[in-house]
């Protein structure tokens, strides 16, 4: 690898922390790049999942302070979180490098679909949260869906925190804030999952998920920092932007 891919790459990866700690999407950044400078669609995929995992820990301790209220929510889908998790990350590495690289324009076009509806589904699940209605009366329910999202989240991950809002939305009773924990510590157990697994499977580019880690950290840490001075809205179309883009490429590569 020349030293401009190694740049390239730990600036990629810097986009995406600055991007996952102020809107979400970072994945739409990174993942294409890995793309581009020739590595293989499902190293690229379980590389970065391992290299962002870092990165996640600062949104989930800045609100830990909900922790408490979240506890017995927390401790009854980690399991199926953990699970999902692993689930997805055995289908990626059971998925032939030409099939994934088949679908890939289609799991761009889906992430940055559902970071462009991200204030959509916020807003259908304050409105909802808004109305008198009481826990999802069948538990099988709610598990089955976090389920779901957590094995597309170990599969591929970008736009994984819009499907869970979306479910936490639908299924529980609470306020905003304290379902946007859960869905950071729900996020980082799938992550985290997935990327344990990944580190076992003989996937991993460790050298391009080291100079990531650095890469992500700094840019979590620079965004956290400006988090309140810079419009997460702009920020945010301008990764739709880039991930239809993206998205469009390789529809014509195809």
């Given at each position: 690898?020349?030293?401009?891919?190694?740049?390239?790459?730990?600036?990629?990866?810097?986009?995406?922390?600055?991007?996952?700690a102020?809107?979400?999407g970072?994945?739409?950044?990174?993942?294409?790049?890995?793309?581009?400078?020739?590595?293989?669609?499902?190293?690229?995929?379980?590389?970065?999942?391992?290299?962002l995992?870092?990165?996640?820990?600062g949104?989930?301790?800045?609100?830990?302070?909900?922790?408490?209220?979240?506890?017995?929510?927390?401790?009854?889908?980690?399991?199926?979180?953990?699970?999902?998790?692993?689930?997805?990350?055995?289908?990626?590495?059971?998925t032939?490098?030409?099939?994934?690289?088949?679908?890939?324009p289609?799991?761009?076009?889906l992430?940055?679909?559902?970071?462009?509806?991200?204030?959509?589904?916020?807003?259908?699940?304050?409105?909802?949260?808004?109305?008198?209605?009481?826990?999802?009366?069948?538990?099988?329910?709610?598990?089955?869906?976090?389920?779901?999202?957590?094995?597309?989240?170990?599969?591929?991950?970008?736009?994984?925190?819009?499907?869970?809002?979306?479910?936490?939305?639908?299924?529980?009773?609470?306020?905003?804030?304290?379902?946007?924990?859960?869905?950071?510590?729900?996020?980082?157990?799938?992550?985290?999952?997935?990327?344990?697994?990944?580190?076992?499977?003989?996937?991993?580019?460790?050298?391009?998920?080291?100079?990531?880690?650095?890469?992500?950290?700094?840019?979590?840490?620079?965004?956290?920092?400006?988090?309140?001075?810079?419009?997460?809205?702009?920020?945010?179309?301008?990764?739709?932007?880039?991930?239809?883009?993206?998205?469009?490429?390789f529809?014509?590569?195809?």
């Amino acid at each position: 690898m020349t030293l401009f891919n190694e740049i390239l790459i730990f600036f990629a990866a810097m986009a995406a922390g600055f991007i996952n700690a102020m809107a979400g999407g970072g994945t739409l950044v990174s993942f294409p790049v890995l793309l581009a400078i020739g590595i293989p669609p499902v190293v690229a995929n379980v590389t970065n999942t391992v290299a962002l995992v870092p990165g996640t820990i600062g949104g989930m301790w800045s609100q830990r302070k909900d922790f408490q209220s979240q506890y017995k929510r927390l401790l009854k889908l980690l399991p199926v979180a953990i699970v999902g998790g692993i689930g997805g990350g055995l289908l990626i590495l059971h998925t032939p490098e030409s099939a994934f690289r088949s679908i890939i324009p289609y799991l761009i076009l889906l992430a940055t679909l559902l970071l462009a509806a991200q204030v959509r589904i916020k807003n259908w699940v304050v409105a909802r949260i808004g109305h008198a209605h009481t826990e999802h009366h069948n538990p099988a329910v709610m598990l089955s869906l976090v389920f779901m999202a957590a094995i597309y989240g170990g599969y591929f991950g970008a736009g994984m925190g819009v499907i869970l809002m979306a479910v936490l939305g639908f299924v529980t009773d609470d306020s905003m804030t304290r379902l946007n924990f859960l869905k950071q510590a729900l996020g980082f157990a799938i992550n985290l999952a997935a990327a344990i697994y990944f580190a076992f499977s003989g996937k991993v580019d460790w050298f391009v998920a080291f100079v990531m880690i650095f890469g992500s950290l700094s840019g979590g840490l620079i965004g956290g920092k400006l988090a309140g001075k810079m419009k997460p809205e702009l920020l945010r179309w301008i990764v739709v932007c880039a991930g239809l883009i993206a998205a469009t490429i390789f529809f014509i590569k195809d």
